[in-house]
């Protein structure tokens, strides 16, 4: 008898516990995106089995409407009213033949005001309406494309393949002007990006496909095997193709967003890091909103080394030779050019500068600089000048200045062309006049004030280039009479620091 009581005593604990632990079953979400007063796309799951009925629970229930139940398939869509805009949530409660409830299903919408530019939604609220809670940076719609990293986002643009099985680029989220849309993946091949399309997200038909979650996929699929490659991300728009590399947007599409992509780890609802996951988000065309085309990628891990070399090393000149006018290369006897903290510090008093051993050519360079305080004679009252001259030809003699391009480096004035030594080249069409030397001035401003340090970076690629100040395009020229050579940093009557001098080979 005893035998008996305890046998039943524990089928009566194991059933509860079931019960229990069927009753806090991860919960089901069903997201829908719509334009406020007009109905979502229809979405589907499958509630489970033995269930018998699903109910109104929770929340906003009259913003979601229950279109079917038949099979065990429940069919709902998203209603939200003419009035309403943003996130809104409801549940449904999934109970099983004995009336108890097994599950809830939780209902997420996302209503906007309208179609494209200001009506959309921004990526703050894209975010959470897909059920994560990774920090993108910034509150609202419209940003900014330079490449300072936002909120939680990495500083890395190329993957590996993480574990067995292929790479998913699953569309979560479009928000841009209507057309078929290719994306997929590159390898860094033969001084060029060699892009294998996955797939291409749809044109609008009954339903705004370009203005929505999860926009439908027309032609191809989400997955792909890179193999053991490493690679980057594109999609082509009707203008231009945007890479998951800053470099190749400055050296094909410099007049868009030179940073095409922001990439963010994944957390989930909790704050919890989703392993080897993260969103992939592109600005299509430049006021930063990064919420044209949002893709969930899996399966891979960043490539976390550097892709530069660093050209000066921080600790002494190897690999440069200085030259000074009217005293000669590598003789400097009041210490002009001096390297303390990791930077190049140059005291500016005499005119000169150094420069690379090795030539460069197709390559993508960046340098640090700041101006000091000191000015010297004969231009202690001008404003503050040094610069950055390149490709010089390998057999080009020490002079003031060699045949170059220079990178102009001067109060107000960073960013122009310099053409020394009658070298050319054409900006818009134009080319300057072959001359000793030649001014080509910047379209916009993108400086810091002095004292400050600013980040130059520059794509020197068969005789197009590119000048950025500050994560700005400022200056584009075309079929340069010099492509390739030797890189020097001028020392111009005035005080200037120059660090983190690195290039990468294109």
């Known amino acids: 008898m005893k035998l008996i009581k305890l046998f039943f005593t524990c089928l009566v604990i194991f059933l509860c516990v079931s019960f229990y632990a069927a009753a806090q079953k991860v919960k089901k979400a069903m997201i829908f ?83 494209e530019g200001e009506n959309e939604a921004p990526l703050s609220v894209i975010v959470p309406a897909l ?46 002007p209507d057309f078929e849309l290719p994306f997929g993946y590159y390898f860094d091949i033969a001084s060029e990006p060699a892009k294998h399309r996955v797939g ?28 053991d490659h490493a690679f980057g ?15 190749w947007n400055l050296m094909y599409y410099p007049g868009n967003a030179v940073h095409a992509t922001r990439i963010y780890p994944l957390k989930d609802a909790a704050g919890n890091l989703v ?14 909103d990064y919420n044209d085309y949002v893709f969930l990628v899996k399966n891979v891990t960043p490539v976390t ?10 600790k002494n000149l190897d690999g440069w030779h200085s030259f000074l006018n009217g005293i000669g290369a590598n003789t400097d006897p009041e210490n002009n050019f001096r390297v303390e903290d990791g930077a190049l510090h140059v005291i500016g008093k005499n005119l000169g500068y150094v420069i690379t051993d090795s030539g460069f050519w197709n390559y993508d360079l960046k340098v640090d600089f700041k101006f000091g305080e000191r000015r ?61 030397h030649t001014r080509m001035m910047k379209v916009q401003d993108a400086e810091k004030p002095t004292g400050q ?28 009479s010099v492509k390739g050579g030797r890189i020097l940093l001028q020392s111009e009557y005035a005080e200037i620091y120059y660090r983190n001098v690195k290039i990468r080979k294109l």
């Open 233 to 247: 991300f594109f999609a082509t728009g009707p203008t231009h193709t945007a890479y998951s590399e800053d470099a």
């Open 33 to 115: 995106s719509a334009i406020k007063g007009t109905i979502s796309k229809a979405d589907s799951v499958m509630p489970g089995a033995g269930t018998m009925s699903v109910k109104p629970g929770d929340g906003d229930i009259a913003s979601f409407k229950i279109l079917s139940f038949k099979n065990g398939k429940l069919v709902v869509v998203f209603t939200p009213a003419t009035n309403f805009t943003g996130i809104t949530r409801a549940t449904l409660w999934v109970s099983n033949a004995a009336g108890m409830r097994i599950s809830e299903i939780n209902l997420i919408g996302l209503s906007t005001k309208g179609l």
């Open 453 to 480: 340090w600013n980040t130059l970076e520059l794509i020197s690629y068969n005789g197009k280039c590119v000048q950025v100040v500050n994560g700005v395009v400022v200056n584009v020229g075309e079929d340069a």
């Open 305 to 314: 080394a550097d892709p530069y070399t660093k050209l000066f090393n921080g």
């Open 376 to 436: 010297w004679i004969p231009r202690d009252t001008a404003k503050r000048d040094g610069g950055m001259c390149y490709n010089i030809p390998m057999n080009e003699p020490d002079s003031i200045w060699p045949k170059s391009i220079e990178f102009q480096i001067q109060e107000g004035d960073a960013g122009d062309f310099w053409l020394l030594g009658f070298s050319t080249i054409k900006v818009n069409g134009v080319q300057n006049k072959a001359a000793n």
């Open 131 to 176: 059920g994560y809670q990774t920090n993108i940076g910034w509150p609202g719609l419209a940003n900014h494309s330079r490449p300072e990293l936002m909120g939680d986002e990495i500083p890395y643009s190329l993957f590996h393949k993480a574990g067995k099985g292929k790479v998913e680029m699953i569309p979560v989220a479009r928000y841009s």
């Open 275 to 288: 392993s080897n996951t993260y969103l992939l988000c592109f600005e299509e065309a430049k006021n930063g």
């Open 200 to 227: 291409s997200l749809a044109l609008s038909g009954a339903y705004p496909e370009h203005q929505t979650l999860f926009p439908a996929i027309a032609k191809g699929t989400n997955a792909f095997d890179p193999g």
